[in-house]
């Protein structure tokens, strides 16, 4: 559906660049304040690694949701776009001392954390600044994700979180410490999740840990159970707002939650994927011996997922009405990784045609480089091209 692209205001722009509808995005988060909002106990972080985009983080923030970051950077780029302290939360397994100071600096709501040294770093940090730092234990469930084995995070041999063995070990030891509270737990199974059993089998998970608290008489105040909900590759026209009545009613029905508990999320690729598109210009159409090229002027430096991760992309030629043929959509870099698809139709493709990269507003502009001494692509959103 080529309607709802500006084609020609698309046309006069220098490619590549990412293009953001932002009445879907606010579509959108309207969704989310709806489903999220059946629900008094449970408050919703957007995961700032997404997509950082300025224009994006301000809609995001307009919208009401929180933050979640994984650098200082992120929580820089959280706070310049106007986000509240207080509701950021700061996770990742390698924080570094400047960027847990300037958590600690800005009095944020949680840092989440994965190991005994990085807690007692945080509390050495906090001590020094006469504070007491908020955290929550991210714990390892060993919960299965049904998707890519590079964007499963909850199973034992991944890096991220404490095993749930060493729950109690912990607790002891952030209660020896004087300048850190543990407020709640922090789970994150993975990314790009459809299979609501999934997070049903997270639930249970949360559930058992929550009755072996008890049995210390311990009762925290916080559930945080990440994100991970994934959306429609394959259809971003018929499926442009994921399914968050299925995501937040499983929680809803199978997460046991105490009296006065609070439930988290850090949802990042659900609001943000659909909404975004890489746009290229085709250089040219090359017919080898077995194959036709489409090679466009986008590479993998621009949008990565298909090279890192075999990831499927919807591409749609936005100036061509033609029958279709079939194509190998390429880019420019060195590299023989850089390939869009294979083998797809697109409506007859000439030299000049703009082609959209669907479902690219998460981990795309983001992720983008500078290889090749490439510059980096720019984001447009539709309130720009008013």
């Not at 020609?8 to 709806?34: S, V, W």
């Not at 988290?264 to 036709?292: D, M, N, P, W």
């Not at 959209?356 to 502009?365: K, M, P």
């Amino acid at each position: 559906m080529k309607g709802q692209f500006p084609i020609g205001k698309l046309e006069n722009i220098k490619t590549p660049f990412y293009y953001y509808d932002l009445d879907l995005l606010r579509a959108t988060l309207d969704t989310i304040h709806q489903e999220a909002g059946r629900h008094d106990n449970f408050c919703v972080h957007y995961a700032i690694k997404a997509n950082a985009n300025p224009k994006i983080l301000r809609v995001i923030r307009q919208a009401g949701l929180g933050a979640d970051c994984v650098s200082g950077g992120e929580i820089e780029a959280s706070l310049k776009a106007g986000f509240p302290a207080s509701k950021i939360v700061f996770a990742g397994v390698g924080k570094s001392d400047w960027e847990i100071e300037l958590g600690l600096d800005n009095n944020i709501f949680c840092f989440n954390v994965e190991s005994i040294p990085e807690l007692e770093v945080i509390n050495e940090l906090a001590g020094k600044k006469d504070k007491v730092a908020r955290v929550a234990l991210r714990l390892n469930p060993n919960v299965g994700a049904h998707t890519h084995a590079n964007i499963t995070t909850g199973m034992a041999e991944n890096k991220f979180g404490i095993a749930m063995t060493d729950m109690m070990t912990v607790i002891v030891r952030a209660k020896e410490l004087r300048n850190v509270r543990i407020v709640g737990l922090h789970f994150h199974i993975g990314s790009q999740i459809l299979d609501m059993g999934d997070f049903q089998a997270l639930c249970n998970r949360v559930n058992e840990l929550q009755m072996e608290l008890e049995r210390h008489r311990i009762v925290l105040e916080h559930i945080n159970v990440g994100g991970g909900l994934g959306i429609d590759y394959q259809h971003p026209n018929r499926v442009s707002v994921p399914d968050f009545k299925a995501y937040f009613d499983t929680y809803a029905r199978q997460l046991k939650i105490r009296s006065g508990q609070t439930v988290h999320f850090e949802l990042g690729r659900a609001v943000v994927a659909q909404c975004g598109s890489l746009i290229t210009r085709t250089l040219y159409i090359k017919e080898g011996a077995v194959k036709k090229f489409a090679i466009v002027d986008a590479g993998f430096t621009d949008l990565i997922r298909p090279a890192l991760y075999q990831a499927y992309h919807k591409i749609e030629n936005l100036t061509s009405d033609e029958p279709l043929d079939t194509y190998d959509v390429v880019g420019p870099i060195c590299e023989s990784t850089d390939v869009f698809a294979k083998q797809i139709d697109l409506n007859r493709t000439k030299r000049g045609d703009l082609l959209a990269i669907r479902s690219a507003g998460a981990y795309g502009e983001i992720m983008a480089s500078g290889y090749n001494c490439r510059p980096l692509p720019i984001g447009y959103t539709s309130d720009d091209l008013i």
